[in-house]
């Protein structure tokens, strides 16, 4: 494995940042959390950083928490779906709703993020950017 200094990750990969921390910024705001401090991008280490009020609230915690896993997610569809479309287009007929099966997303999430190391978001986010596209075309093309 190719070993790559942080800081060369975080300034190649700054716009992730910020939506990383722009994502975990509004499920603060969207439960009403205070933000104390918002760094969005420095090349030190962490890359950004939000800091909120604390919360006894298990949910908001917990969406803060994984909500920029929620967001990229979302926008990784947003804007690699539509590359897929002009393929297959033509051949769709009808759509389907999509019902997934949720998993323990913080044990994932804590596996995912030592998985980093050895390059399990960069897997991720092409299995997400060419996968997702792919199997909800798949179900719209008869």
């Known amino acids: 494995m190719i070993f790559i200094p942080g800081p060369v990750i975080a300034a190649l990969t700054f716009p992730g940042v910020i939506v990383h921390e722009a994502a975990h910024m509004l499920f603060c705001r969207l439960f009403g959390l205070a933000v104390l401090d918002v760094c969005f991008m420095r090349l030190g280490n962490p890359a950004g950083y939000v800091v909120h009020e604390p919360t006894e609230r298990f949910g908001a915690a917990f969406l803060v928490g994984i909500g920029p896993f929620i967001v990229n997610t979302a926008l990784c569809v947003v804007f690699c779906l539509p590359a897929f479309i002009p ?56």
């Not at 190391?117 to 997702?132: C, L, Q, R």
């Open 87 to 142: 393929v297959a287009w033509p051949a769709a007929k009808r759509g389907n709703v999509l019902a997934l099966a949720s998993l323990p997303l913080v044990g994932v999430l804590y596996v995912a993020n030592l998985a980093s190391i050895v390059w399990a978001d960069a897997f991720y986010s092409i299995g997400v950017g060419m996968g997702i596209p792919m199997l909800v075309l798949r179900w719209w093309v008869v």
